[in-house]
Every structure is written in C-alpha cells, then in structure tokens.
C-alpha cells in the first residue's frame, strides 16, 4: 500500500519527545507528528496528549526530499466550533465601554499628527536631519576619531 500526502492512516506511537511524537505506520514505516500537529489547543507537553502504544488516526501531511514523514492527529478531526458570540448588548468584553463596531470604542479621537503631513516637508526634514548626521561623521572622521573606540591599526 503506497500512501502520499492527504492519506489518512491507523498508526501506533512509538516514542515521545519533547517537540512530537514518532508513530508507526504501515509497511514498516514511520512518522512524526509535531507538537503543533497534535491538538487544535496548545500543547505544552506531548504526554498529556498521547502514550507510547497508544493506536492513533493520522493525516500524511509532507514527505521530504529524504522520505521522512510528516504526519497531522488534528487535521484528521474537524476544528472545534468557536464559541457564539453573546447577543449584543453594546458593551465590549473586558472594558465596559460602548462598542461601535469597526475596533475603536466609541469616543476615540485620534491624535493629531505631530510630523508634517505633507510629503515635501517631511523630505525636507529627513534630509536636514541626514544632512546633519552626515557632517557630524565627516568631522569625527577628519579628528582621526572612531566612535567605537576600537582604536586605529597599529
């Protein structure tokens, strides 16, 4: 039985690592499946999740230019549904202030812009500012300085 990627396949875990399990497969192979393969949930230890021995249903979901089998537990399950959303009341979870859709609470103002908005006067003060830069270099150079203090050959 030649199996690629989207098969899904009975396996058994065979040992358990820190970033995944390795499943036996059949024909005598074999496949990890990583921690992030595991559980649509976090997983912070791959032991809460899954035993050596243990038969699991898995998804083939990549095999390398070196035949090694990336396999998937939660792709074999449908994700879990989200929660509903409660009917409106207006009031944002957690701040308790109005919500008007759109990501801002009602009210917000935004702030005024304290750069120039306009493209020329914001070239212009970037290049002033360079400019400035630029001369400070050109003087420290001149002294024979380094402003890394790496010293000079020697």
Do not use: C, W
């Not at 230890?45 to 090694?68: A, H, P, T």
């Amino acid at each position: 039985m030649e199996f690629g990627v989207g098969s899904i396949l009975d396996g058994k875990v065979t040992g358990i690592t820190k970033f995944g399990a390795f499943v036996a497969l059949p024909e005598g192979k074999s496949g990890l499946v990583h921690i992030s393969e595991i559980a649509y949930s976090y997983v912070n230890e791959v032991s809460d999740y899954l035993q050596e021995g243990q038969e699991v249903k898995v998804k083939v979901i990549g095999i390398d230019q070196s035949n090694r089998i990336n396999l998937s537990i939660k792709q074999v399950t449908p994700p879990p549904q989200r929660p509903a959303r409660p009917a409106g009341n207006g009031q944002r979870p957690g701040n308790g202030r109005p919500y008007q859709g759109g990501g801002r609470p009602v009210g917000f103002v935004r702030p005024a812009p304290k750069e120039p908005t306009d493209f020329e006067d914001r070239l212009k003060q970037f290049m002033q500012s360079s400019d400035s830069k630029l001369s400070e270099l050109r003087y420290i150079e001149k002294k024979g300085g380094n402003r890394r203090g790496g010293g000079g050959r020697r």
